[in-house]
């Protein structure tokens, strides 16, 4: 997790909404596209579509699920590369016979 380029400060930057410092995004206002915090939805009261948001926040047990199939992925691509480069060589060698 520390390793990821989204600092902590940066998450909170995200979460955190600029109007009422120090407040979450709470909700989603379907009407204006927009994330509220519970102060802002008092100015959304007559907006049709106020959803909550859902805690998205992984766990420990999903991120490590996420970083394995992170892995599992990057490991296939490191293998088809290696089965590109080698069949460029043998792609070269047999021109270079031709030749
Ligand atoms: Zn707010
Ligand atoms: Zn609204």
């Known amino acids: 997790m520390e390793k990821w380029p989204v600092a902590m400060a940066t998450q ?4 955190n909404c600029e109007v ?3 407040k979450k995004f709470a909700l989603f206002c ?3 596209s927009q994330l509220c915090c519970h ?4 100015s959304h009261r007559q907006c049709s ?3 909550p948001i859902a805690n998205t926040t992984l766990s420990a047990s999903d991120d490590q699920q996420l970083s394995a199939e992170i892995n599992t992925i990057l490991d296939q691509l490191m293998k ?3 089965y590109w480069k080698s069949n460029l060589e043998s792609l070269q060698v047999s021109y270079k016979k031709r030749l």
């Open 30 to 32: 379907e009407d204006h």
């Open 80 to 82: 088809l590369q290696a």
């Open 49 to 51: 579509k106020v959803t």
């Open 12 to 15: 909170e930057f995200l979460e």
């Open 20 to 22: 009422h410092k120090g």
């Open 39 to 42: 102060t802002c939805d008092l």
